[in-house]
């Protein structure tokens, strides 16, 4: 008993710390939603100083913003006189905002009512080596400046014992058998050696903002219990301290406090929901080719050995038992957080809801999710999500009906390189999404298209290409192509060349900017590097088609989806 009390004195007190500001509301309280109505959307605007006209048409902006319906990367191109402008898109407090200015410099921004950002080149330049955060030739201004200050200062406060705090966090291990006690000796004593940085950093920086700290911190911190207690049931005490947390943030910290609070309901043994091919069976807007894999799943449901086809005839099946799987898991979690929760946090979480990747997936959830939610600000926030699917889901479907003869990609112009590996390099620039999909459409008539979109300093992306490769070359008399989309953001056109050549990866490659890369994730709803697609032979985008490329294991799975 010493123990668990020990602990849990831990764990309260760790929620001791600077009170917010008189006034300030969390995005759970009810009050919210008037103050949502009254405020205006933040405002960021910057400058660069000291800039060639050269340096101004080759600078790109890219910058992620921190949302509850996910991360979201836009770009935006300097003016003549270098200002620019970020474009956010609602009226909610304290944005976090994750900024690359070309290769210049990297950031974290808050936005809660008015920043304007001013970089001076030469200085940023003189520096030589990678800068983020905080630099000489960086200024944070306006009413939001001195939050700005505050919070890239804390970034780089004792950063390398912060960063050995967070590997350590890593370090832990789930338990098959998570026991409240446990889990706090685990974390809590790392997150008390946090609040003591925190704590020093607070005294030799006075600032209103401190309490922002704290809520990060014990928004991380949850985080971690959440995550580690995900396929378990929480003990109650522990779970009514987590339930109490507020957000007041936008922060990557405390929308993954949303999102991992909603994902461990879904985790829970008696949330699990499971979806059959009999369950497909019993919907009533079946295809023909739906209809004849289940009956021949039908006529071999009793012979033994099973089958060898049975598997494809499943697999034929994948994308309807999957959205049926969503829906039935969103339909749970709905009633399951409506039961739980106050109907602002409910509807907060039931926007976690809607996780998946695809546009038309997304799409579906929201139809779902929209006529659960009564909070107004939430309400409005759904809308506009669904109103993009729609919008996305119109361009994609423009972009891909147009027809052409040609066999060849003639209409990106004439290639960078062709290699004896099979090869062929393209660089893009200054072209949208939807005449990127029409082109691409044009050159490929009669041709279904793998889209892979990857980066060269992504991990996961060059640990999928061996496999690609393979399926390229098992797939040499099937109606395909594989064409792969390398962003620019962080690489450049030799180190892609470098890494095409080092892995012998043939098929149809463009090296693309951030603008286009960035409209090609809108449209087809990509988040993260790799992000795949696939547009059947009649030019159709097949929607949740390829999740991961190692799903497919060979020549025959890609021809199940190509039918």
Same mark, same amino acid.
């Given at each position: 008993?010493?123990?668990? *009390?020990?602990?849990?004195?831990?764990?309260?007190?760790?929620?001791?710390?600077?009170?917010?500001?008189?006034?300030?509301?969390?995005?759970?309280?009810?009050?919210?939603?008037?103050?949502?109505?009254?405020?205006?959307?933040?405002?960021?605007?910057?400058?660069?100083?000291?800039?060639?006209?050269?340096?101004?048409?080759?600078?790109?902006?890219?910058?992620?913003?921190?949302?509850?319906?996910?991360?979201?990367?836009?770009?935006?191109?300097?003016?003549?006189?270098?200002?620019?402008?970020?474009?956010? !898109?609602?009226?909610?407090?304290?944005?976090?905002?994750?900024?690359?200015?070309?290769?210049?410099?990297?950031?974290?921004?808050?936005?809660?009512?008015?920043?304007?950002?001013?970089?001076?080149?030469?200085?940023?330049?003189?520096?030589?080596?990678?800068?983020?955060?905080?630099?000489?030739?960086?200024?944070?201004?306006?009413?939001?400046?001195?939050?700005?200050?505050?919070?890239?200062?804390?970034?780089?406060?004792?950063?390398?014992?912060?960063?050995? #705090?967070?590997?350590?966090?890593?370090?832990?291990?789930?338990?098959?058998?998570?026991?409240?006690?446990?889990?706090?000796?685990?974390?809590?004593?790392?997150?008390?050696?946090?609040?003591?940085?925190?704590?020093?950093?607070?005294?030799?920086?006075?600032?209103?903002?401190?309490?922002?700290?704290?809520?990060?911190?014990?928004?991380?911190?949850?985080?971690?219990?959440?995550?580690?207690?995900?396929?378990?049931?929480?003990?109650?005490?522990?779970?009514?301290?987590?339930?109490?947390?507020?957000?007041?943030?936008?922060?990557? *910290?405390?929308?993954?406090?949303?999102?991992? #609070?909603?994902?461990?309901?879904?985790?829970?043994?008696?949330?699990?929901?499971?979806?059959?091919?009999?369950?497909?069976?019993?919907?009533?807007?079946?295809?023909?080719?739906?209809?004849?894999?289940?009956?021949?799943?039908?006529?071999?449901?009793?012979?033994?050995?099973?089958?060898?086809?049975?598997?494809?005839?499943?697999?034929?099946?994948?994308?309807?038992?999957?959205?049926?799987?969503?829906?039935?898991?969103?339909?749970?979690?709905?009633?399951?957080?409506?039961?739980?929760?106050?109907?602002?946090?409910?509807?907060?979480?039931?926007?976690?809801?809607?996780?998946?990747?695809?546009?038309?997936?997304?799409?579906?959830?929201?139809?779902?999710?929209?006529? *659960?939610?009564?909070?107004?600000?939430?309400?409005?926030?759904?809308?506009?999500?669904?109103?993009?699917?729609?919008?996305?889901?119109?361009?994609?479907?423009?972009?891909?009906?147009?027809?052409?003869?040609?066999?060849?990609?003639?209409?990106?112009?004439? @290639?960078?390189?062709?290699? !004896?590996?099979?090869?062929?390099?393209?660089?893009?620039?200054?072209?949208?999404?939807?005449?990127?999909?029409?082109?691409?459409?044009?050159?490929?008539?009669?041709?279904?298209?793998?889209?892979?979109?990857?980066?060269?300093?992504?991990?996961?992306?060059?640990?999928?290409?061996?496999?690609?490769?393979?399926?390229?070359?098992?797939?040499?008399?099937? @109606?395909?192509?594989?064409?792969?989309?390398?962003?620019?953001?962080?690489?450049?056109?030799?180190?892609?060349?470098?890494?095409?050549?080092?892995?012998?990866?043939?098929?149809?490659?463009?090296?693309?900017?951030?603008?286009?890369?960035?409209?090609?994730?809108?449209?087809?709803?990509?988040?993260?590097? @790799?992000?795949?697609?696939?547009?059947?032979?009649?030019?159709?985008?097949?929607?949740?088609?390829?999740?991961?490329?190692?799903?497919?294991?060979?020549? !025959?799975?890609?021809?199940?989806?190509?039918?």
């Amino acid at each position: 008993m010493k123990a668990y *009390s020990t602990i849990w004195f831990l764990l309260t007190t760790i929620s001791v710390g600077l009170a917010q500001p008189a006034g300030v509301v969390a995005i759970e309280d009810p009050q919210f939603d008037a103050q949502f109505t009254q405020r205006t959307i933040p405002k960021v605007t910057g400058k660069l100083l000291h800039v060639s006209p050269q340096e101004i048409t080759g600078t790109t902006i890219t910058y992620t913003l921190v949302t509850l319906a996910g991360q979201k990367t836009k770009t935006a191109h300097l003016a003549a006189d270098g200002s620019f402008q970020l474009e956010l !898109d609602y009226p909610l407090p304290y944005q976090q905002i994750w900024v690359h200015f070309g290769e210049l410099f990297y950031t974290g921004l808050y936005a809660n009512k008015q920043l304007h950002v001013e970089l001076d080149v030469p200085k940023l330049k003189a520096a030589g080596k990678e800068l983020a955060f905080k630099a000489d030739g960086v200024r944070y201004l306006g009413e939001d400046g001195a939050l700005n200050e505050y919070m890239n200062e804390y970034m780089l406060f004792r950063r390398a014992d912060q960063l050995a #705090l967070s590997a350590r966090v890593q370090q832990i291990r789930p338990s098959q058998h998570p026991v409240e006690t446990e889990v706090l000796a685990a974390f809590t004593p790392i997150f008390d050696s946090l609040k003591t940085i925190q704590a020093e950093f607070v005294a030799t920086h006075p600032s209103p903002y401190g309490w922002l700290l704290e809520n990060e911190r014990l928004s991380e911190f949850y985080n971690q219990i959440c995550v580690y207690y995900w396929r378990h049931t929480m003990e109650p005490a522990l779970f009514r301290q987590i339930k109490e947390h507020k957000t007041y943030l936008l922060s990557n *910290s405390n929308m993954a406090f949303q999102l991992y #609070l909603s994902a461990y309901f879904r985790q829970l043994p008696a949330n699990r929901v499971t979806v059959s091919w009999q369950d497909v069976a019993r919907l009533s807007d079946l295809t023909e080719p739906e209809k004849a894999a289940l009956d021949s799943l039908r006529s071999t449901e009793t012979l033994s050995p099973v089958p060898a086809h049975r598997d494809q005839w499943t697999k034929q099946l994948g994308p309807r038992m999957r959205r049926l799987r969503q829906d039935r898991m969103i339909a749970k979690g709905i009633r399951w957080l409506d039961s739980l929760y106050s109907p602002a946090r409910a509807d907060i979480l039931k926007l976690q809801l809607n996780t998946s990747k695809d546009i038309a997936e997304q799409k579906a959830a929201l139809e779902q999710i929209l006529p *659960s939610i009564s909070t107004g600000w939430c309400k409005v926030m759904a809308k506009n999500e669904y109103a993009r699917t729609i919008d996305q889901i119109a361009s994609v479907n423009k972009a891909l009906a147009t027809s052409g003869n040609s066999l060849t990609a003639t209409g990106f112009g004439s @290639p960078l390189q062709q290699t !004896d590996f099979g090869a062929t390099l393209y660089k893009l620039s200054d072209m949208s999404g939807v005449d990127f999909l029409a082109k691409l459409k044009q050159s490929f008539v009669g041709k279904a298209i793998v889209l892979d979109r990857w980066a060269t300093w992504c991990a996961p992306c060059l640990q999928e290409m061996p496999h690609s490769k393979k399926l390229q070359q098992d797939a040499k008399d099937l @109606p395909v192509v594989f064409v792969y989309v390398c962003t620019a953001q962080g690489s450049d056109e030799s180190k892609w060349k470098r890494k095409i050549a080092e892995l012998e990866l043939p098929g149809i490659h463009f090296f693309i900017d951030e603008a286009l890369d960035a409209k090609l994730a809108q449209l087809f709803a990509f988040s993260g590097y @790799p992000s795949y697609a696939l547009i059947d032979q009649k030019g159709v985008y097949k929607s949740g088609a390829i999740t991961w490329l190692l799903a497919i294991k060979g020549k !025959d799975d890609l021809a199940a989806l190509l039918k």
